[in-house]
Nanobody, 117 residues
């Protein structure tokens, strides 16, 4: 079992920045991918960014150049630095982790990010 706890959401104006953190605990050695998804009201959950144990990253086109994902393996924590935020970035952001062998997915409870215009 893996537990994920997010922090760092909040209200920010257009053009502002936020940093989200996700701390993993439990059977973390089984995890090979961690990342962030988001879900806006009335929309499907979508991938924002993910990072592998080896440091490879993927980003949604809508956030490339503005968001950066990083991982501190010693702290079992993944971060999402969000810059130049836009109102369309408003959503609940969920931390995600996937086990390498079973491909089982774990989710955090989510943290609200609201960008005012």
């Amino acid at each position: 079992q893996v537990q994920l706890v997010e922090s760092g959401g909040g209200l920010v104006q257009t053009g502002g920045s936020l940093r989200l953190s996700c701390a993993a605990s439990g059977s973390i050695r089984s995890i090979n991918v961690m990342g962030w998804y988001r879900q806006a009201p009335g929309k499907q959950r979508e991938l924002v960014a993910r990072i592998t144990t080896g440091g490879s990253t993927n980003y949604a086109d809508s956030v490339k150049g503005r968001f950066g994902i990083s991982r501190d393996n010693a702290k079992s924590t993944v971060y999402l630095q969000m810059n130049n935020l836009k109102p369309e970035d408003t959503a609940v952001y969920y931390c995600h982790a996937r086990e390498g062998l079973s491909r089982f997915d774990y989710w955090g409870r989510g943290t609200q990010v609201t960008v005012s215009s």
